[in-house]
């Protein structure tokens, strides 16, 4: 059974977790469901198989992942891949994950297709997830595999995107920059010149991942008013998602974790802890999300 999203304040949630033994302890300490609790309904826009490549992760197994999202009221999880980080073999890391989510998503999951553009035959990797995996999204990775948003190429995926009418996820970083490993030198990537781009393709849906740390602003309301979805793993501060809320459209923002790389339990307490009205958390914990992935 779901549980409702209901607010907890940041004091009542470090004040339970100082002596819960447990997540699911956490969450019997919220308020009831009364007159004004939101929905069940949840989606995930932003969660990943497979093991992380620089750190052990407990939840790489995707049915101990499934089991932990359901736990917490999930009822989709949009998944691309870790392996699409490193990986030259896209069309095989997209294969896998597609049988990873048949297998263990017990029909949670939604595979996101990895694509990147550096690589030759990377048209044909795009084709495969449309016509072969039937998938409605992919999911780029410019500062892992070396390309700028301003580039030629990301107009030709965009291009192509457009004619297939899929939704786009950028993935602006995957960790704070400060624990990188010091071989594998990736900054965020430079959403600066998305705005422009997207006055080419005003269509194409787009939604930066794990923006929210390095994007705020000018900036930020710039791609919002382009029609840029984004998402709330990395959006840190006290009341963030109201905050926000005061300043993008109320269909611009989404449910994310980045799970399992971040505790779910994190995004989940940034919702618990605004105030938000029951039309902006229906809105951020699935509304604009179903409307987004949806076809044309």
């Known amino acids: 059974m779901n549980r409702p999203i209901s607010r907890l304040s940041r004091r009542m949630f470090l004040q339970t977790a ?24 949840l989606i995930d826009t932003n969660i990943s198989l497979g093991q992380w490549p620089f750190r052990h992760e407990e939840l790489a197994d995707g049915t101990a992942l499934v089991r932990k999202l359901r736990e917490h009221g999930v009822t989709q999880a949009w998944a691309g891949s870790f392996e699409a980080l490193l990986h030259k073999d896209i069309s095989s890391v997209n294969a896998r ?13 939604v595979p996101i297709g990895a694509l990147n553009p550096m690589l030759p035959g990377w048209e044909e990797d795009l084709r495969r997830c ?61 959403t600066a010149p998305l705005s422009t781009v997207l006055k080419k393709f005003t269509k194409v849906r787009v939604q930066l991942l794990n923006a929210l740390r390095t994007l705020r602003g000018d900036p930020l309301l710039a791609l919002a008013v382009s029609g840029v979805r984004f998402e709330i793993a990395m959006l840190e501060g006290v009341t963030g998602v109201a905050n926000l809320l005061e300043k993008l459209p ?47």
Not at 18 to 41: D, F, L, N, V
Not at 97 to 108: A, N, P, Q, Y
Not at 263 to 271: C, D, G, I, W
């Open 18 to 41: 100082a002596t819960a033994t447990s997540a699911t302890a956490i969450w019997k300490a919220m308020p009831a469901q009364g007159a004004e609790a939101t929905p069940t309904a």
């Open 250 to 296: 109320l269909d611009r923002l989404c449910f994310g974790s980045h799970s399992p790389f971040y505790y779910f339990e994190s995004a989940r307490l940034k919702l618990q802890e605004s105030d938000l009205a029951d039309i902006q958390m229906k809105a951020v914990c699935y509304e604009t999300a179903s409307r987004l992935l949806k076809a044309r």
């Open 97 to 109: 994950l597609v049988e990873d989510c048949k297998r263990s998503g017990d029909g949670l999951l």
């Open 130 to 190: 449309v016509e072969v995996h039937r998938m409605t999204a992919i999911r780029l990775h410019p500062n892992y595999h070396g390309f700028k948003l301003g580039d030629p190429i990301v107009e030709r995926v965009l291009q192509l995107a457009d004619e297939r009418n899929l939704l786009v996820q950028i993935s602006v970083l995957m960790e704070d920059e400060r624990t990188l490993h010091p071989l594998v030198n990736v900054p965020a990537t430079d």
